[in-house]
């Protein structure tokens, strides 16, 4: 669900629905995770994007392309209210969204960091930044930070081959990196200097 912070405004997305109260993760402001009304939204906006399109299998993928420009990702809920709508099996839907790498079943955080694994990034040690990156957030590959903060992806190339290795903080290409600069360019974006 989309949070937005009563203090400071900055918005994320919050996963673990079993919590009463929540922290923002740019303020600290401790605050109530409002799942009431919540879902009566979640709900709106779902039959809205949903009553744009012909109740056919054909309408598939560009319903899932807007439901993920909306909420970031593909619920689980929302995917069982489109395969009712389109009178499909949820394996169906699961099936076409995982076969396109667009489509996303978890949040993304604030920050995509995506690391450079193409051949002149791999000849000079991209599984090593790759690694350093991983341990200074905590997370695997493909996986989102639990203050929703970061999100980490491996990609084949990011055209910066000179720079090589490099990583890519959201439309930041940063290069020649070592593990150290990895680490403090990513402790740069947690304190928010850049």
Not at 4 to 30: A, K, S, T
Not at 74 to 93: G, T
């Given at each position: ?34 799942l ?21 299998p ?37 099936g ?34 790759g ?64």
């Amino acid at each position: 669900m989309k949070l937005e912070c009563d203090n400071c405004g900055h918005e994320w997305f919050y996963q673990d629905e079993e919590e009463d109260m929540v922290l923002c993760p740019e303020c600290q402001n401790e605050m109530k995770a409002s799942l009431e009304g919540e879902s009566c939204s979640l709900e709106r906006d779902v039959e809205g994007v949903l009553e744009t399109y012909p109740s056919q299998p054909s309408s598939l993928i560009p319903i899932l392309q807007e439901i993920q420009k909306k909420f970031g990702y593909l619920p689980r809920d929302v995917i069982e209210d489109i395969a009712e709508y389109l009178e499909l099996p949820v394996s169906k839907i699961y099936g076409v969204a995982t076969f396109y790498a667009q489509f996303r079943f978890e949040p993304l955080g604030d920050h995509m960091i995506r690391v450079c694994h193409g051949t002149a990034c791999h000849v000079k040690g991209a599984d090593k930044i790759g690694e350093a990156v991983e341990n200074k957030l905590g997370i695997e590959t493909g996986e989102t930070t639990e203050d929703g903060q970061f999100t980490l992806e491996r990609v084949a190339c990011l055209g910066c081959c000179s720079l090589a290795p490099v990583m890519m903080v959201d439309d930041t290409a940063h290069g020649d990196l070592t593990r150290e600069k990895a680490k403090d360019i990513i402790e740069k974006y947690k304190e928010g200097e850049t």
